[in-house]
């Protein structure tokens, strides 16, 4: 059974900070990795997607992958009080099939 | 911005009805997807359909739901006979490719299902 694990939370910070997310898979060769946002009832919208070794910046956020620990952590620098949400990691499992993790409920406080 | 489009929002059915799901994918998307998430859950995988037929389906596709493409733009998932547990937000999905790298998919705002 391929797994997602984060953990759910809530991680706090105050406003500007760095929030740093963590995700675990347990499928050695999932090779696509994508953190979702999804606020309270709405549908997961995607942050950042990456594919190799190392880190990848768009803006304020910054996704760091390493395949031989099995892990993806997503940095969000000046944290906003909108970025209050449930972020949630995503691995492809196979053909067309994304496996999400829990999510991890972020609050950034003023 | 393209986006996948979903109706109803919301639907409430008495246990044992039928109930039809609509979505309309991005136009030049050729994968559709339907995803649940049971309130305070994990999102979960239920079918991805390319070409006219299912490509995978999760242990919760049981022979209760089906998917079909009935025309160019629309998508749907039904749910023959509703049960209690299938109360859940239900996510269409889309993609203009399959599988690994460089590979987005994108969701519509889900149809939020109510069994009663």
């Known amino acids: 059974q391929k797994e997602v694990e984060q953990n759910s939370g809530p991680l706090s910070v105050p406003e500007g900070a760095i929030a740093s997310l963590n995700c675990t898979y347990s499928d050695r060769v999932s090779q696509s990795f994508f953190w979702y946002r999804q606020y309270s009832g709405k549908s997961p919208e995607l942050i950042m997607s990456i594919y190799s070794n190392g880190d990848k910046e768009d803006g304020r956020f910054t996704a760091q992958l390493n395949k031989a620990s099995q892990y993806v952590s997503l940095l969000i620098r000046d944290s906003q009080p909108s970025d209050s949400a449930t972020y949630l990691c995503a691995v492809y499992g196979g053909y067309n099939k994304l496996i999400f993790g829990a999510g991890t409920r972020l609050a950034v406080h003023p | 911005e393209p986006e996948v489009t979903q109706t109803p929002s919301h639907q409430v059915t008495q246990m044992g009805q039928e109930v039809i799901l609509r979505c309309v994918p991005i136009?030049?998307?050729?994968?559709f997807y339907w995803y649940r998430q049971i309130l305070g859950q994990k999102v979960e995988f239920l079918v991805s359909f390319y070409n006219n037929e299912i490509s995978e389906k999760s242990e919760i596709f049981d022979d209760q739901f089906s998917v079909e493409r009935p025309d160019g733009s629309n998508f749907t998932l039904k749910i023959r006979s509703t049960k209690l547990e299938d109360s859940a937000m239900y996510f269409c999905?889309?993609?203009?490719?399959?599988?690994?790298?460089?590979?987005?998919?994108?969701f519509g705002e889900g149809s939020w299902l109510t069994v009663v």
């Open positions: 136009s030049n998307h050729l994968y």
């Open positions: 999905a889309s993609s203009e490719k399959s599988g690994v790298s460089g590979n987005t998919i994108y």
